[in-house]
């Protein structure tokens, strides 16, 4: 066995992050759903994220794990779903010797919790037994051996708490358990001509897929007693444990959501995914204006229809300031005279709260205008103030747009640019397109 854990220890307090929606969608969002929902665990669980993979499959220089998505490395997203589990006690993420820099690096900048970094092997199972064999021997006082160590590619980014609850519970339980999914395909025996050898009937097989969950004594033991061919070639951890240790995993069916990143694609996928997620809701601050007010009826039916929530609140005091933390996109409603303190105030507001470190907030600022046609001049004040805030906002990773929309006098007129600045600000937000920070467009 080739182990030479080096530990390279996160801030591990018990310190929580603010209020993140997480990043699945599963419909649940908030942190403590696993109080509302129950979802205790009486044992030690700890967790081995492989992540000592090059991705040649998608063709990219970079290993898909440090990729970005929306601005932040994949594995990223990956420790944040298994960090905001309370009872998950310590997370092992396996990288390759020369990347332990930049995985430490990704640590301290997105501020992970509980997570050590150990290096990795040549080939997948050697990276797990590395990370198994840290467990054994962290020297942290706080933490106690794992009665149950789940074992999740780090390429696989959306997994929730409850499925992990499952899987937790039942290797325990059994000694070992493993996330399944229906085939797809047909699989295919095929000859060393390359004709068809024989089929599989597909309804009796199932895709294997991570998480997997083992005893600690189980997986310790698999790894101890395989062979170095199991070590060079093997895909299978539940085969191991069946083979070396006559475990027979329970299986359980996981959501679509668990799939593996594997090609280019894949990682626009997950984008895709992670962008939904964020656009479930947004915020209208009307500042009390009648106006703003008809607009959001407006809005609420065009976001609706999207499956997007519309919020409306007069402003962000008091207990109003609540959407700071529950909403990633804000939409500040305003009128002639053009004040950017407004604006300001959101943007300070989302920073003194650690709102967007894990992910872009957008701000859209609508300026509704009683003018016909603004002078150039005017159109050059207000365009220069906005790339000016954007550009303060944009290293703080909040995205701002600016929107411009005429209120005739006519009603027939205005139900039409109403409903053109909700088809544009949806837009904005569910694209989080940073070509367009700073931009005003006109409705
Ligand atoms: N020596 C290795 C090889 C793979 N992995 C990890 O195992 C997981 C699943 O493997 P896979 O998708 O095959 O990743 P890669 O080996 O990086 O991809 P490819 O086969 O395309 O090169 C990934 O998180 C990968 O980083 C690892 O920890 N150590
Ligand atoms: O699917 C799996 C579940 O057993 C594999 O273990 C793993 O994710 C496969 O990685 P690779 O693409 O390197 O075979």
Redesign the pocket.
């Known amino acids: 066995m080739e182990v030479s854990p080096v530990y390279m220890q996160s801030d591990d307090s018990e310190q929580d992050r603010p209020a993140y929606p997480r990043l699945f969608p599963t419909g649940e969002t908030r942190k403590s759903d696993h109080l509302k929902a129950g979802l205790c665990v009486d044992f030690p669980v700890s967790v081995v994220?492989?992540?000592?993979?090059?991705?040649?499959?998608?063709g990219l220089q970079t290993?898909?794990?440090f990729c970005p998505c929306l601005g932040r490395p994949l594995i990223s997203y990956t420790v944040e779903s298994f960090e905001r589990v309370s009872w998950i006690q310590t997370i092992v993420v396996?990288?390759?010797k020369e990347n332990i820099g930049l995985m430490m690096d990704i640590i301290q900048r997105f501020q992970h919790k509980k997570v050590l970094v150990v290096p990795?092997?040549?080939?997948?199972h050697?990276?797990?037994c590395n990370g198994v064999a840290a467990l054994g021997e962290q020297r942290r006082p706080a933490a106690h051996k794992p009665k149950v160590v789940i074992i999740h590619?780090?390429?696989r980014p959306f997994v929730d708490e409850d499925f992990l609850h499952k899987i937790a519970m039942a290797a325990k339980e059994q000694g070992a358990a493993g996330a399944i999914r229906p085939l797809v395909s047909t699989v295919i025996a095929t000859t060393s001509e390359g004709y068809l050898d024989h089929s599989l009937e597909r309804a009796k097989y199932r895709a294997s897929e991570m998480p997997q969950g083992f005893t600690y004594d189980v997986i310790c033991e698999a790894y101890k007693k395989c062979t170095e061919s199991d070590f060079e070639f093997g895909t299978e951890c539940l085969h191991l444990a069946l083979q070396y240790c006559g475990t027979n995993a329970k299986l359980i069916d996981g959501p679509p959501t668990l799939w593996?990143?594997?090609y280019k694609r894949d990682l626009a996928a997950a984008e895709s995914i992670i962008k939904e997620t964020l656009s479930q809701s947004a915020c209208l601050i009307t500042g009390g204006l009648e106006a703003a007010v008809a607009l959001a009826n407006v809005l609420q039916k065009v976001f609706g229809a999207l499956n997007m929530e519309l919020n409306v609140t007069p402003d962000l005091m008091g207990g109003n300031a609540r959407h700071l933390l529950e909403d990633w996109n804000f939409i500040k409603v305003s009128v002639d005279p053009f004040c950017p303190s407004e604006v300001e105030a959101i943007i300070v507001a989302l920073e003194a709260g650690n709102r967007a470190l894990l992910n872009p907030a957008v701000i859209i600022w609508m300026h509704l205008s009683v003018t016909e046609e603004p002078s150039t001049s005017r159109r050059a004040t207000e365009s220069a103030a906005l790339i000016d805030l954007a550009s303060t906002a944009r290293p703080r990773n909040i995205l701002l747009y600016g929107i411009r929309l005429h209120q005739p006098e006519d009603s027939e007129q205005w139900d039409r640019s109403a409903s053109r600045v909700a088809d544009i600000a949806s837009a904005l937000i569910r694209d989080r397109n940073p070509a367009f920070v700073g931009q005003l467009l006109q409705a």
């Open positions: 994220l492989p992540a000592g993979g090059t991705g040649e499959r998608t290993p898909k794990q396996v990288v390759a990795g092997g040549s080939t997948r050697r990276s797990i590619d780090a390429v593996k990143v594997t």
